[in-house]
């Protein structure tokens, strides 16, 4: 039996679909833990937060309210994978740089929330 893994990608900001191309990434906001060694061994580890978050890249085609995206605040954002899966990510702002590419129309676009959700 086969499964598929990736592929299309439907991203959404409060409803409104972005035209997505390339690698998104989706970070959980897990906790990072790293490791405290010692002159005597392994002591244990650390955890910092991290801030969850969906980022890629989306065609600034001419309907599409740059402004906007790169203000956004307050927002939920939504992936919805090849494999079925669907990420949310709620109470988000746009966290990029705020950058336009000129030769293909591409946005980086990186948005971070208080909280993902992955079903």
């Known amino acids: 039996m086969s499964y598929r893994i990736g592929g299309t990608l439907f991203v959404a900001l409060n409803g409104v679909r972005l035209s997505v191309k390339g690698n998104w990434t989706v970070g959980f906001g897990?906790?990072?833990?790293?490791?405290?060694?010692g002159m005597d061994g392994v002591h244990g580890y650390t955890e910092k937060v991290q801030v969850p978050f969906i980022e890629g890249e989306a065609t600034a085609r001419g309907e599409v309210d740059v402004p906007a995206l790169l203000n956004a605040k307050d927002a939920t954002i939504t992936a919805e994978l090849a494999n079925g899966k669907v990420a949310v990510?709620?109470?988000?702002?746009?966290?990029?740089?705020?950058?336009?590419?000129?030769?293909?129309?591409?946005?980086?676009?990186?948005?971070?929330?208080?909280?993902?959700?992955?079903?």
Request: proline share 5%.
């Open 89 to 119: 990510l709620r109470d988000g702002w746009h966290a990029g740089d705020g950058q336009l590419g000129t030769e293909e129309g591409t946005l980086p676009l990186r948005f971070e929330g208080l909280s993902l959700e992955y079903s």
């Open 30 to 37: 897990q906790p990072k833990r790293e490791g405290v060694a």
